[in-house]
């Protein structure tokens, strides 16, 4: 089994800052995650604010990241976006654009607080998908501090045509971990639609099975912290006795590279 140092760990799904619900403490911090992925061999990480995710305006909490991470080059920042409420093409660009200038190549979209309907996101995935901005699917409702959360089947089926029509946009199934399952339409969604990646926080035989039939290149590494252990999910990858060190490789970090790379 390969040294978890040559897989180049980068963690697609990590949560900076306090939760904004009363009564519970802040996990991780600018000041403290690079000792937590010391303690790992975590390479690198995607990181966002909780802040942006659980309180408007979320340019706030963006911002806010964006001067707590400044120089740390293993913190990749990720910018939480909702789309518009009105029909606002140019004011989705302009939010794209600003991301983009800033260095952020990776956004993550709150369809557990605005549902995954076309017609609402139509705006923002066109202008994300001109840009080809990968995107971390957070189905999490408001009220909920972790990032965990599985969407119902009929979530994935307003998903689909969201996917459909934004074929160069690239979707990841982020920190969508059920316990003992997936909804039933998970995986024939992946099968329909090229462009949608999971994250190996599902139960094992997910990922493994997309990676088997469809490529190692649709499924990414994530650790859900803090919400989550990370030892079992690299565990997971590192000691496949099926995968090669080529394809865990890809998983661990390479596939996330490509995306974050092309990103314009």
Not at 62 to 88: C, F, M, T, Y
Request: glycine content about 6%; charged content about 20%; aromatic content about 6%.
């Amino acid at each position: 089994m390969p040294d978890v140092r040559e897989l180049a760990l980068l963690d697609s799904c990590v949560t900076l800052g306090r939760s904004c619900l009363a009564g519970v403490p802040e996990y991780l911090t600018a000041e403290n995650v690079l000792a937590v992925m010391d303690k790992y061999d975590i390479a690198e990480a995607l990181v966002h604010s909780n802040e942006a995710r659980l309180v408007q305006p979320r340019w706030r909490g963006n911002q806010r990241l964006l001067r707590e991470i400044e120089g740390l080059k293993r913190l990749h920042p990720v910018w939480v976006l909702s789309p518009p409420a009105r029909p606002d093409p140019a004011g989705a660009r302009q939010m794209v654009d600003e991301m983009l200038s800033a260095g952020v190549r990776a956004a993550r979209l709150m369809m557990g607080q605005v549902p995954p309907l076309h017609w609402m996101w139509k705006d923002l995935c066109e202008a994300l998908e001109a840009r080809r901005v990968p995107c971390l699917l957070d189905f999490a409702p408001l009220r909920q501090a972790s990032t965990q959360c599985v969407p119902d089947s009929l979530l994935l089926d307003e998903l689909l045509e969201v996917c459909l029509a934004h074929p160069a946009l690239p979707m990841i199934l982020s920190h969508h971990s059920g316990g003992l399952g997936l909804a039933a339409a998970t995986m024939p969604l992946l099968y329909r639609a090229g462009n949608v990646l999971m994250d190996i926080t599902s139960v094992v035989d997910y990922w493994r099975r997309l990676a088997r039939d469809l490529g190692p290149q649709r499924v990414v590494f994530a650790t859900g912290m803090p919400f989550y252990e990370p030892a079992i999910f690299i565990a997971n990858v590192q000691y496949d006795e099926v995968l090669d060190l080529p394809a865990k490789r890809l998983i661990c970090g390479d596939n996330l590279r490509r995306l974050l790379a092309a990103a314009r």
